[in-house]
């Protein structure tokens, strides 16, 4: 889908240079890798052809497809290729920075330890800054279906290693009726280890959520954070203190279900009401989606001209979580590469007239 004519943004805005801050890491893995990686396993997925299982009509069915999708997932090797080619496909889409998350209670519920799991995406991550023009950092998410206790002990887990490996912790899978609160020991322990901290709340779940997140778990960030606006006194706080949302707005037609078009999104509310909003993906590898079609849907449905495409691409370097040196870094080069796409373009137009 090119932008027409008449509108040449939603195509531009796909070439801009990016940050992504909400992507999955078993959520990017490609179909085709998973086919192979369950036939090499010898794991026996209910299709052939695992495009056939992403049919999903809210989070929680959705979540028990990426339950079978992690059942591929076995060796450390397994790890280290689907992370490697998440950060190959991330520079297809000019991603030139990503905190990606990893959801390591998945593979573990098969009986693969974490340490596997750790030992392949570190590898995949060193031959990623080896080989690509990219650099991501790991945001190791804990299960909010699973036992307090059980994400208390990741988090300790998360402690341990190089926090330019893994910067951070956050909580995804379920919301339905979790109560976030209870993983306040775990956020605790993050905090006291110096690991930054962010939820996956108010996505299939009410503002409430993200109101615990912030004021209980003391988190920094809060992914999707769609029902904020349900809450405008929350809403004013959360824009006053420039906590970003890592929004993804196809995710949540295509997975929560909660819109049937970008166009409905809150969005463009939010960003006017002062909240720092961020463009991202979420699962792209099971959305068959990718963080451009993200950026040109948001340019189409709130009609957006370059220079807010831009600054939504400048938003994300705000939003990370890199050291301020790197942050400054990004930022010269994505100036830079926005001249010469806006050299580009206006080449193209006059080469047709
Ligand atoms: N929400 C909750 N859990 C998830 C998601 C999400 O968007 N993606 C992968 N696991
Ligand atoms: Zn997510």
Request: hydrophobic letters at 45%; proline letters at 5%.
């Amino acid at each position: 889908m090119l932008g027409s004519m008449s509108d040449p943004v939603p195509a531009l805005a796909r070439s801009l240079p990016k940050v992504e801050l909400h992507c999955h890491l078993e959520g990017s893995a490609r179909p085709a890798t998973i086919v192979e990686l369950a036939k090499k396993n010898g794991v026996a997925l209910p299709v052939d052809d695992p495009t056939e299982l992403f049919h999903f009509d809210d989070l929680n069915s959705f979540l028990a497809v990426y339950g079978i999708i992690c059942q591929s997932l076995v060796t450390a090797d397994d790890f280290r290729r689907i992370t490697y080619e998440a950060l190959e496909d991330a520079v297809a889409d000019r991603v030139r920075y990503r905190e990606m998350f990893f959801s390591p209670s998945f593979a573990m519920a098969y009986g693969v330890a974490l340490e596997t799991v750790w030992d392949g995406i570190r590898a995949g991550l060193a031959e990623a800054h080896a080989d690509l023009d990219v650099r991501c950092r790991m945001v190791l998410d804990v299960d909010k279906g699973g036992a307090p206790s059980a994400a208390t002990d990741l988090v300790a887990f998360a402690a341990q290693q190089d926090r330019d490996l893994i910067v951070g912790i956050g909580g995804d899978s379920t919301e339905r009726g979790v109560d976030h609160s209870t993983f306040l020991p775990a956020y605790e322990l993050a905090a006291r280890q110096g690991l930054r901290r962010t939820m996956h709340a108010g996505e299939d779940g009410p503002a409430e959520n993200i109101a615990i997140s912030l004021d209980v778990l003391g988190c920094e960030r809060i992914d999707h954070g769609v029902r904020l606006i349900d809450d405008p006194e929350l809403m004013a706080r959360v824009a006053e203190a420039r906590i970003p949302l890592t929004v993804c707005p196809l995710s949540n037609v295509l997975i929560a279900r909660m819109i049937d078009d970008v166009a409905e999104h809150p969005f463009a509310r939010q960003r006017e009401a002062g909240v720092l909003v961020t463009v991202n993906s979420d699962d792209p590898g099971m959305t068959g989606t990718t963080i451009s079609d993200d950026y040109e849907h948001v340019a189409r449905a709130f009609s957006y001209d370059l220079d807010t495409m831009e600054q939504l691409a400048l938003d994300g370097i705000e939003a990370c979580w890199a050291p301020d040196d790197e942050k400054a870094a990004l930022r010269t080069r994505f100036l830079a590469e926005f001249d010469a796409g806006r050299a580009d373009a206006d080449m193209a137009v006059r080469g047709m007239s």
